[in-house]
């Protein structure tokens, strides 16, 4: 399957959108309005699993869905631990290791499923 080069950027575009709201998430002191009604840890898993599939949309086409499934889960676990890294440099937020746990579990959920549940791309037969 070919992507146009409409869809690919689109995805480019998603990602760098998501990852944004991420960081200003992860490192935002206080965002009024932000907190959801769910406990942190599951947030932190569904937000990393969205995060791991967009990277998977954008790696699978280039790499086949092998290599695709472990660079996303990879991106994303060390996006989350940049990102609970910088929650250091700010007084009002605190580092949890939880937090990195939950984004590593909910980023390899994500990973696998979409491995087992895509089919193999043209791309597969090359890595």
């Known amino acids: ?31 009024p309005g932000a907190a959801l009604d769910i406990p942190d840890f599951v947030a932190h898993g569904i937000a990393y699993a969205a995060h791991t599939a967009l990277m998977f949309a954008l790696l699978r086409p280039l790499v086949g ?3 695709a499934a472990v660079l996303a889960f ?6 989350g631990g940049l990102v609970e890294a910088l929650q250091f440099l700010q007084p009002a937020r605190t ?9 590593s579990v ?5 990973s696998m499923t979409l491995f087992f549940v895509t089919g193999p791309s043209a791309t ?3 890595g």
């Open 106 to 110: 909910g980023a390899g959920l994500a």
């Open 124 to 126: 597969d037969g090359r």
């Open 1 to 31: 399957m070919v992507r146009s080069s409409r869809v690919r950027r689109i995805v480019i575009f998603a990602n760098l959108v998501y990852a944004a709201a991420l960081l200003l998430l992860g490192v935002a002191p206080d965002l």
């Open 65 to 67: 869905r092998g290599k």
């Open 95 to 103: 580092v949890e290791i939880r937090d990195v746990l939950a984004n």
């Open 74 to 79: 990879a991106g994303a676990v060390l996006y």
